[in-house]
């Protein structure tokens, strides 16, 4: 059980240092020759324990490029959930939610778990 748990953490970790890598990259090429002054990422309602591991690889990834400097930002974005039973739409408080109609937990989550790269500053 401790050895299993172990290898989640570590693909859930791995995942999160790919994630920050392609963010990096995508930032420093939209930048150009720009200094690079600000990073605006969005997080899903249900990512925001990843802020930290993104902030965590950040801090690695970054300190010999361009965007050493560059300030990283979290915009939350709210989960969206759709019944697949009853098709209703709504926007749940937690992950483990039931369709407010039809008490349903066949629901397919539209938004909210994933971390986007919005914008970037550049000076
Ligand atoms: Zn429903």
């Known amino acids: 059980m401790d050895t299993n748990s172990k290898g989640v953490?570590?693909?859930?970790?791995?995942h999160e240092l790919s994630l920050t890598q392609n963010i990096l990259d995508v930032a420093l090429?939209?930048?150009?020759k720009k200094r690079l002054v600000?990073?605006?990422?969005?997080i899903g309602q249900f990512s925001d324990e990843r802020e930290?591991?993104?902030?965590?690889?950040?801090?690695?990834?970054?300190?010999?490029?361009?965007?050493?400097?560059?300030e990283?930002?979290?915009?939350?974005?709210?989960?969206?959930?759709k019944c697949l039973d009853c098709g209703t739409i709504f926007?749940?408080?937690?992950?483990t939610a039931l369709c407010p109609v039809?008490?349903?937990?066949?629901?397919k989550l539209l938004s909210g778990?994933?971390?986007?790269?919005?914008?970037?500053?550049?000076e």
């Open 72 to 81: 990283l930002t979290f915009q939350w974005v709210k989960a969206e959930m």
């Open 91 to 95: 926007y749940p408080a937690e992950e």
């Open 38 to 42: 600000r990073v605006n990422l969005l």
């Open 9 to 14: 953490t570590l693909i859930v970790a791995m």
């Open 113 to 122: 778990d994933d971390v986007r790269l919005d914008s970037i500053d550049v």
């Open 52 to 70: 930290e591991a993104i902030r965590f690889y950040w801090d690695d990834l970054a300190k010999d490029t361009p965007a050493c400097t560059a």
């Open 102 to 107: 039809c008490q349903s937990y066949h629901l």
């Open 29 to 32: 090429l939209s930048a150009g």
